[in-house]
Nanobody
């Protein structure tokens, strides 16, 4: 089992920044690709960013490219999502997820473990 705990969400004005963190426990963190997803009310959970288990491969949804950066520190069992130039449409509950393979995927069905989510609200 892997336990994931997200933090760092909050209320920010449009154009502002936030950094989300996700701390993992329970298994060897470096054996898991990690992903960030988000879900707005009434919408499907969607892929935001993913990172391979060594941190050398990163992937982004088109809607966040150039504004969001995913990174990980395996020594700290933590994955981050740095978000800048936030827009109202970025508002959602953000979830981190772990996949027991080398590379992430955009499909939420292919992740083995999920955190409880952290709310991001962007005011216009």
């Amino acid at each position: 089992q892997v336990q994931l705990v997200e933090s760092g969400g909050g209320l920010v004005q449009a154009g502002g920044s936030l950094r989300l963190s996700c701390v993992a426990s329970g298994r060897t963190f470096s054996n898991y690709a990690m992903g960030w997803f988000r879900q707005a009310p009434g919408k499907e959970r969607e892929f935001v960013a993913g990172i391979g288990w060594s941190g050398d491969s990163t992937y982004y949804a088109d809607s966040v490219k150039g504004r969001f950066t995913i990174s990980r520190v395996n020594a700290n069992n933590t994955v981050y999502l740095q978000m800048i130039s936030l827009k109202p449409e970025d508002a959602a509950v953000y979830y981190c997820a772990a996949r027991r393979l080398r590379l992430p995927t955009t499909s939420r069905y292919e992740y083995n473990y999920w955190g409880q989510g952290t709310q991001v609200t962007v005011s216009s």
